[in-house]
Structures are given as C-alpha cells and as structure tokens.
C-alpha cells in the first residue's frame, strides 16, 4: 500500500510539473508580462499549469515591442478561445500561422500595420476549429491565404474582416503590392461561390483585396516560395542572384519595410540584379508573375 501511494505522489508530482517549451524569448517576455509565465524568467520553457486554463491570450500588450518569429508552446493553450495579435512583426520559415491545435478558438485578431510589414505571414489555418465565429486580419497585405476547410461541413455563422489600406501603399512613391487575389479555402469551393448552405452565413469584408474561393488554392505564394525561387547571397552587400523555375515574371520591385517602392527592374533577360545602392537594412523583393507574385526577403549589408 505504501509502494502504491509514493507511485501516485510521484505521478501527481509529474502531472504538475509537466512544462511547454518556448523557444523564442519575445514570446516568452510577453507571457511573462501577462503574468502568465509564473517563474517569471526567460529559461525557453513554461509550466503547461499555467497555460492550459488560459482562455484569452492578447499579445497586442505593448504593441510594436515584440518581434516574435516563433509561436512554438501556443499549442498547448488547450483552452484558448480568444487571440490577439497586433504589430507584432509575426514571421517565421514557412511564412504560415497554424492554430489547428487550438480547437476552441472562438475568435482571432490580428492588425497589421498596412503601411509597413508587421506582421511577414502569407497563410493561416483554421481548419480544425469548429468554434471559429470571427476572423479579422486587417492590415496584413502579406496574408495570401486562410484555409477553412474541414474536409466535411464548413463552420456557419462566421465574419471575416480580411480588408487592407492601399492609401498607404499607392501615390508617387508607394504601390500596392497585394495584386494576387486572396484565396479563401473552403470544403465545398461551388457552395461557397454561390452562398448557399453554411456560407450564406458568412459576413465578409474584404476592402481593397480581392478575395475567391477555392478547395485547393493551388496558387498560393508560400508554394512559389519554397520551391520555384532562390535567391542568393542573402545577406548581400552589392548583387542578388535569381534562380528560377518554370515561372515567366514580368518585373522585380524593391519595397522597404515601410512598404515604398524604392527600385523597379523591368528587363530580366539578367539573371543578377545590383542593389548596392540601397541603404542597409531589410527588404522584401516582388517578382510580378501572370500568376500572382512571389515575395522574398533579403538583407542589404
């Protein structure tokens, strides 16, 4: 009998102590500033007691301070029903922000900045989150894609607010680079083009960005990204090479971080493209294509 309550105290002592890792330290400073983190240092790690009950996550808390590349430990939010994101300069390898694992998330708001590239995602997926009922994504003009598609029936009763600001992105020195039209991905792409069934009961509000739908979205630009474009070196101080496949792109545009076009190549019989005039810093690279645009980062040094 002993033997079996020092097992029970032993697996009692495991279940609270069971930890998520945080591998990025700007998310971890955020959870420690909402007194989430409750050992209150950065060590990559959290106690899962003190995330697992969190319904409400808002990482808009000082907003701008935060340069989170990594939301590793999100995941085991098991509870999470409410997430905010603002300007936070969200970015990661694969360009994408998945929450499938958050199946209770009721609502997400993320705010980009329009004018400037805060928040580098071009995908989101929501496909496993039947309790999904409002997602807006304003400002992000990055954001190419949100996949809803459950395989079976679509969420009902669903807003999306997915609008951006070309005001800030157009004029002598500005252009709007979201050209490619944003794809919803849905379960039944015929249903939901008519808005028939569930999706009749979608409110969507998509100013200034084209929006269709599709079960595939074949033509997403993360796809291009990885596998159809290379460029190199990156960091660079003076050239960048351009490796292409099976891709015919019409001009190549230099935007800055605060989105102004600030160097156009329209001949690209070259394969390399001088920027050794540009200021040091990060750029993003738009190669315009007949079948959307491809959008690359590179370091200027």
Known sequence: MKNVFYVLLLLNFLGY????????SEFEQALIDLN???????????????????????????????????LTGLQDFAQLKNLRIDNLYLSNNDLSLDLT????????????????????????DLSENPNINLIQTT???????????TGATDVSNLNIDISVNPNNLQGDSHENLNDSQFCIKVSDEDAATNRTGVYNTWTITAN???YYFSETCVLNIEQFNQELVNIYPNPTSEFINIEVNNIK????????????LVKVFNNLDKETIDVSDLKNGLYFM???SDQGDVIKKFIKQ
Do not use: C, R
């Not at 694992?101 to 989101?124: P, Q, R, Y």
């Not at 792109?249 to 102004?260: H, T």
């Open 208 to 210: 200034n960005n084209p």
């Open 101 to 124: 694992a958050n199946t209770l998330l009721e609502s997400l708001i993320m705010i980009g900045g329009d004018d400037a590239f805060t928040h580098d995602i071009e995908k989101i």
């Open 17 to 24: 102590s069971q930890i998520t890792s945080i591998p990025d």
């Open 249 to 260: 792109f019409d001009a190549i545009k230099i935007f800055n971080l605060q989105g102004q």
């Open 286 to 288: 738009a190669l315009k």
């Open 139 to 149: 400002g992000i003009w990055t954001l190419k894609q949100l996949n809803l598609k």
């Open 36 to 70: 989430i983190d409750s050992d209150g240092i950065i060590n990559g790690q959290v106690l899962t007691s003190d995330i697992d009950n969190v319904e409400d996550l808002n990482l808009a808390l000082n907003s701008g301070s935060y340069s989170i590349n990594d």
